[in-house]
Nanobody
Framework: QVQLVESGGGLVQPGGSLRLSCAAS????????MGWYRQAPGKQRELVAS???????DYADSVKGRFAISRDNAKTTVTLQMNSLKPEDTAVYYC???????????WGQGTQVTVSS
C-alpha cells in the first residue's frame, strides 16, 4: 500500500511557473514508476509526465520543453516543475504510483492548478 500526498498547486498567470510535489509513504518507493496526470473539466485524465525507478522520463507532447519530472528515492518524493504555463494547463493534477509486479496502482487526492490572468 502506498499513500500519496500532493502539494504546490495554485493560481498562476500565463507564462509563470509552479512546482508540484508528491510525498509517498508506506512501501518501497524505488520500485514504483511515478507519474503526474491531470484532468480538466469535461475531459479525460491524461498522463503529463512519468519517471521510472531507473530515472527514465517521458512527457506528453503538450508539455515537452516546459515541464520536468524528477524523483528523490531517499526522500520518497516526486516533483513536477512546470514552466511557461498556459491556460490550457489548468486542471487537477494527480500523483500516481504504479508497481509492475505484482500489479498495483495508487493515486493521490489531486491538487488544483489554475493558469489565468
Amino acid at each position: 500500500q502506498v499513500q500519496l500526498v500532493e502539494s504546490g498547486g495554485g493560481l498562476v498567470q500565463p507564462g509563470g511557473s509552479l512546482r508540484l510535489s508528491c510525498a509517498a509513504s508506506g512501501s518501497t518507493f524505488s520500485i514504483y514508476d511515478m507519474g503526474w496526470y491531470r484532468q480538466a473539466p469535461g475531459k479525460q485524465r491524461e498522463l503529463v509526465a512519468s519517471v521510472t525507478g531507473g530515472d527514465n522520463t517521458d512527457y506528453a507532447d503538450s508539455v515537452k520543453g516546459r515541464f520536468a519530472i524528477s524523483r528523490d528515492n531517499a526522500k520518497t518524493t516526486v516533483t513536477l516543475q512546470m514552466n511557461s504555463l498556459k491556460p490550457e494547463d489548468t486542471a487537477v493534477y494527480y500523483c500516481n504510483a504504479k508497481r509492475r509486479f505484482p500489479p498495483a496502482n495508487y493515486w493521490g487526492q489531486g491538487t488544483q492548478v489554475t493558469v489565468s490572468s
